[in-house]
């Protein structure tokens, strides 16, 4: 280390914490940067996702009708499109008693197009 670097220590081992808070802030403002820790340090070691792991992408959805809308009818009409095993009355019974779940274990593809549907149809459907 050289000698200026040495002076600078001690000069800083010599400052009261107040002034080494003021210390910190300005040259915060000088330099345009920030002394908190980052985010990804304080992260414990062992919660650090692996390297070169991707998360496992998602494949089944639950499909829940949250809320029919203005018109039922349409919904039903749609509940009844997205689901051929559906009957009238179930679909009716669907659309009224809200929410109710109209898949379980749908691919993603099936529960985008039901969302889709549905959606279309006026009501309020959620996927999870």
């Not at 908190?36 to 692996?50: Q, R, S």
């Not at 095993?85 to 019974?93: I, P, V």
């Not at 749908?106 to 969302?115: C, F, G, Q, R």
């Amino acid at each position: 280390m050289s000698k200026s670097m040495e002076n600078l220590v001690k000069e800083i081992s010599g400052l009261t914490v107040l002034e080494l808070a003021e210390l910190t802030k300005a040259l915060e403002s000088a330099f345009g940067v920030s002394a908190a820790m980052p985010m990804a340090a304080a992260m414990p070691a062992g919660e650090a996702p692996a390297a070169g792991k991707k998360e496992e992408e998602k494949t089944e959805f639950k499909v829940e009708l949250l809320d029919s809308g203005a018109n039922k009818i349409n919904v039903i009409k749609a509940l009844r499109q997205v689901k051929k095993d559906l009957g009238l009355t179930e679909a009716k019974k669907m659309a009224e008693e809200t929410p109710s779940v109209v898949a379980e274990a749908a691919s993603k593809d099936e529960a985008k197009v039901m969302k889709e549907t549905l959606e279309a149809a006026g009501a309020k459907v959620k996927l999870s």
